[in-house]
């Protein structure tokens, strides 16, 4: 299983971002995925997931403002990231979580909102 992030910034309060996270090794289209996100001192926290049909779910801190998607024809996953702000500063990870006993993770990539 490999999942690479991209899309990493830095950008000011109220702009926007899109990550990506390339998907390889296991059945994407069947599976569940998850963003995650952990700022500086923080527990890593989920911010979205998508079913394998495309229900989603939110933390409410980024209700409204993030939207989460998937492209099963290409294997990847998406965060776009609107009106961000400053505590949405973190590093952001794309998971595959509980397969087949394992958890996997993305490398990370750092998004940065200065006010």
């Known amino acids: 299983v490999q999942l690479v992030e991209s899309g990493r910034g830095l950008v000011q309060a109220g702009g926007s971002l899109r990550l990506s996270c390339a998907a390889s090794?296991?059945?994407?289209?069947?599976?569940?995925m998850d963003w995650y996100r952990q700022a500086p001192e923080k527990q890593r926290e989920l911010v979205a997931s998508?079913?394998?049909?495309?229900?989603?779910n939110y933390a409410d801190s980024v209700k409204a403002r993030f939207t989460i998607s998937r492209d099963n024809a290409k294997k990847t996953l998406h965060l776009q990231m609107n009106s961000l702000k400053p505590e949405d500063t973190a590093v952001y990870y794309c998971?595959?979580?509980?397969?087949?006993?394992?958890?996997?993770w993305g490398q990370g990539t750092q998004v940065t909102v200065s006010s």
């Open positions: 998971a595959l979580r509980r397969w087949r006993g394992r958890d996997y």
């Open positions: 998508i079913t394998s049909v495309g229900s989603t």
């Open positions: 090794g296991f059945n994407f289209g069947i599976n569940s």
